[in-house]
C-alpha cells in the first residue's frame, strides 16, 4: 500500500509541475432548472399537465397557491407570514403549495425553495383565456412578469376553456415544442411570453401577435342577501374594440390559432416621455 500511495504522490507532483502537461477543466452543464407555477392553485390539473410537457432532463419544482388566486395581477401578500407545504412529488418533479398568490410564489420560491437560479419561470396551464387585456389583470402573467423581473426566460400559458375538465391533449405538443425552444433560445432581458390556446379542436398552428385592444362590460350582477343588503357578483364581457385587425391574439385564437404575445414587464411608455418632459419638467 506504500508503494502504491508513494507513486500517486510522484504522479500527482508530475502532473502540477510538469510544463509539457496543458490543464484541462471540464465543465458540466448543469441540468436545467424549471420553476413551474399558476394561479389556480396547487389542486388545478392543468398545473400538472404542463409539468407533463417538461423535458425529463430538466430539474423540476412547482410553487403554486394553496387556493385559487385568479385575477390577482402582481399582488403580494404583506402583514402575514408565508407557509411553505411540501408535496407529494409527481413524476420526478418536487411539489410545494404556499398560502399566498402567484406572485408570493416566484418571490419565495426565489428565496427559499429552488437551489439555484431557474433556467425558466413557467405559469400555467391556466384555465380561461388571457389574451388582449386579461393580462393586466392575471395571475398567471403576474407571476410570468415576477420571473421576467429576476433576468428569468418566462412564459405563461392558458387555454381557452374554464372548466376544470378542460382537456389539454391537442395542445399539449405545441407546449412542447415553445418549451424546447425558450431552452434552446433564452429571451431577451425584459421581454416575457404569454401564450394562449384555443380549446375547441387541435390547433391549426402558432401565431406571433399583439394583445387585441378591447374592455370588459356589463361587470357586476347585483343581487340582494336574506338580510336585504345588496351585493355585487363579478361577471361581464370582453368587448373587442378591433375585430378585424389580422395582427392581434383575439383574431388568431377565433381561427384556431396558438397565440404568442410578447410582454414587457417595464411599462413605461417611452415614445411619451419627450412630450411628457415638454409639459411637465419644470
Same mark, same amino acid.
Given at each position: 500500500?506504500?508503494?502504491?500511495?508513494?507513486?500517486?504522490?510522484?504522479?500527482?507532483?508530475?502532473?502540477?509541475?510538469?510544463?509539457?502537461?496543458?490543464?484541462?477543466?471540464?465543465?458540466?452543464?448543469?441540468?436545467?432548472?424549471?420553476?413551474?407555477?399558476?394561479?389556480?392553485?396547487?389542486?388545478?390539473?392543468?398545473?400538472?399537465?404542463?409539468?407533463?410537457?417538461?423535458?425529463?432532463?430538466?430539474?423540476?419544482?412547482?410553487?403554486?397557491?394553496?387556493?385559487?388566486?385568479?385575477?390577482?395581477?402582481?399582488?403580494?401578500?404583506?402583514?402575514?407570514?408565508?407557509?411553505?407545504?411540501?408535496?407529494?412529488?409527481?413524476?420526478?418533479?418536487?411539489?410545494?403549495?404556499?398560502?399566498?398568490?402567484?406572485?408570493?410564489?416566484?418571490?419565495?420560491?426565489?428565496?427559499?425553495?429552488?437551489?439555484?437560479?431557474?433556467?425558466?419561470?413557467?405559469?400555467?396551464?391556466?384555465?380561461?383565456?388571457?389574451?388582449?387585456?386579461?393580462?393586466?389583470?392575471?395571475?398567471?402573467?403576474?407571476?410570468?412578469?415576477?420571473?421576467?423581473?429576476?433576468?428569468?426566460?418566462?412564459?405563461?400559458?392558458?387555454?381557452?376553456?374554464?372548466?376544470?375538465?378542460?382537456?389539454?391533449?391537442?395542445?399539449?405538443?405545441?407546449?412542447?415544442?415553445?418549451?424546447?425552444?425558450?431552452?434552446?433560445?433564452?429571451?431577451?432581458?425584459?421581454?416575457?411570453?404569454?401564450?394562449?390556446?384555443?380549446?375547441?379542436?387541435?390547433?391549426?398552428?402558432?401565431?406571433?401577435?399583439?394583445?387585441?385592444?378591447?374592455?370588459?362590460?356589463?361587470?357586476?350582477?347585483?343581487?340582494?342577501?336574506?338580510?336585504?343588503?345588496?351585493?355585487?357578483?363579478?361577471?361581464?364581457?370582453?368587448?373587442?374594440?378591433?375585430?378585424?385587425?389580422?395582427?392581434?391574439?383575439?383574431?388568431?385564437?377565433?381561427? @384556431? !390559432? +396558438? =397565440?404568442?404575445?410578447?410582454? &414587457?414587464? $417595464?411599462?413605461?411608455?417611452? @415614445? !411619451? +416621455? =419627450?412630450?411628457?418632459?415638454? &409639459?411637465? $419638467?419644470?
Amino acid at each position: 500500500m506504500f508503494i502504491t500511495l508513494y507513486n500517486y504522490l510522484i504522479f500527482y507532483a508530475y502532473l502540477c509541475h510538469s510544463k509539457t502537461i496543458e490543464k484541462q477543466i471540464i465543465m458540466i452543464e448543469p441540468r436545467p432548472l424549471i420553476l413551474v407555477t399558476n394561479d389556480d392553485s396547487i389542486a388545478a390539473p392543468g398545473l400538472l399537465r404542463l409539468v407533463d410537457c417538461l423535458p425529463q432532463d430538466a430539474d423540476i419544482i412547482v410553487v403554486a397557491p394553496a387556493e385559487q388566486h385568479s385575477g390577482q395581477s402582481s399582488a403580494i401578500t404583506v402583514g402575514r407570514p408565508l407557509f411553505i407545504r411540501a408535496h407529494d412529488d409527481y413524476r420526478g418533479a418536487r411539489l410545494f403549495s404556499i398560502g399566498g398568490t402567484p406572485v408570493d410564489c416566484v418571490k419565495l420560491a426565489m428565496s427559499a425553495i429552488v437551489p439555484r437560479r431557474p433556467t425558466l419561470v413557467l405559469a400555467g396551464i391556466n384555465h380561461g383565456s388571457n389574451s388582449g387585456c386579461n393580462v393586466i389583470y392575471s395571475g398567471t402573467m403576474g407571476a410570468v412578469l415576477e420571473g421576467c423581473t429576476y433576468g428569468i426566460t418566462s412564459c405563461g400559458f392558458s387555454i381557452l376553456n374554464h372548466s376544470l375538465d378542460a382537456d389539454f391533449s391537442a395542445t399539449m405538443p405545441f407546449i412542447k415544442d415553445i418549451v424546447a425552444d425558450l431552452l434552446t433560445e433564452p429571451l431577451p432581458a425584459g421581454i416575457c411570453l404569454n401564450v394562449n390556446m384555443p380549446a375547441r379542436e387541435a390547433p391549426l398552428g402558432v401565431r406571433a401577435c399583439r394583445a387585441a385592444r378591447g374592455h370588459w362590460t356589463d361587470e357586476y350582477d347585483r343581487y340582494t342577501d336574506p338580510m336585504g343588503n345588496p351585493f355585487f357578483w363579478l361577471t361581464g364581457r370582453f368587448v373587442n374594440e378591433e375585430p378585424d385587425a389580422t395582427d392581434t391574439d383575439e383574431y388568431w385564437l377565433n381561427r @384556431n !390559432y +396558438i =397565440s404568442v404575445v410578447p410582454v &414587457r414587464g $417595464d411599462m413605461t411608455a417611452m @415614445n !411619451y +416621455i =419627450s412630450t411628457t418632459s415638454k &409639459r411637465f $419638467d419644470r
